[in-house]
């Protein structure tokens, strides 16, 4: 089997790309990639490749973030379960300023979004169990650690995402807007 990826750019927000990776099955079940770096690098700068994985667990109508940085491109797929996955335009000087766009990504479809610099990650877990959040981030120098990155509230007017919810659980991170 071919590592093939169906490579789309966002329509609404430029240089957001929806990642589609194909599968193979059989009676034994079934196999797929979530990884190419010849596929998936040449996406981003020259300069850059992954340097960094991570996941999350998160419960039943959990809501993380609206966060993002100014170096940081990010992989994100939900291994299992589901997530509402949110990606915000925070660039001041872009046209689609604050303009969000939400995909649902899980365990079945399969979808990865590859989030750039200067736009904002969120995601809600509207499955009814558990939701497995994988994140893969490439940037120059050290890492974007909380402190260092920005912030808005879930439910900035501003950017008025039509959440599935009106309560979610949240941190208090994600309940004021913080700009770096």
Known sequence: ???????????ILKGVFIITPNSFKD????????????DIENLLPSN??????????SKHNVLR???GDHKSWKLVTCVYGEVHQVVVDCRKDSPTYL?????????????????PPYFGNAQYVSSKNDALYY?????????????????YAWNDSKIAIDWPTNNPILSDRDIFKKEN
Request: zero cysteines; proline letters at 0%.
């Open 48 to 57: 850059l490749k992954f340097v960094l994985d991570k996941f999350t667990l």
């Open 65 to 67: 973030g609206i966060h």
């Open 1 to 11: 089997m071919a590592i093939e990826f169906d490579i789309q750019e966002s329509k």
């Open 99 to 115: 303009k969000w766009e939400r995909f649902i990504i899980n365990e079945n479809n399969r979808k990865l979004i590859l989030i």
């Open 135 to 151: 994140y893969k981030w490439a940037y120059d120098g050290e890492y974007v650690d909380a402190k260092d990155q920005f912030t």
């Open 27 to 38: 009676l034994r079940g079934e196999i797929w990639s979530v990884f190419s770096s010849k």
